[in-house]
């Protein structure tokens, strides 16, 4: 069983800045994806960012420059960096992990963007 628990969400005005994390446990003996996907009211769920295993990323054109992913594999802990946010970027982030043809997803994490 994988479980996947995000935190670091929370309200900031315009041009802030916040970091999610999501640690991840179980079994997992593939090489895996990680990301964050991103849902907001009355929109369809979206890829934000993602990280391979072997370190590779890809962004949604939307947060180019604005986010960052990362991973710390001694802490089975994925990060997603988020500066200059807008309240477009207002959503309930979720993290994923990806083997194989199993997908395993947190409880999400509300990211509210206003002033």
């Known amino acids: 069983q994988v479980q996947l628990v995000e935190s670091g969400g929370g309200l900031v005005q315009p041009g802030g800045s916040l970091r999610l994390s999501c640690v991840f446990s179980g079994n997992i003996f593939s090489i895996y994806t990680l990301g964050w996907y991103r849902q907001a009211p009355g929109k369809q769920r979206e890829l934000v960012a993602a990280i391979t295993g072997g370190g590779g990323t890809n962004y949604a054109e939307s947060v180019k420059g604005r986010f960052t992913i990362s991973r710390d594999s001694t802490k089975n802990t994925v990060y997603l960096q988020m500066n200059s946010l807008k309240p477009e970027d207002t959503a309930v982030y979720y993290c994923?992990?990806?083997?194989?043809?199993?997908?395993?997803w947190g409880q999400g994490t509300q990211v509210t963007v206003s002033s």
């Open positions: 994923n992990l990806h083997v194989i043809i199993s997908d395993y």
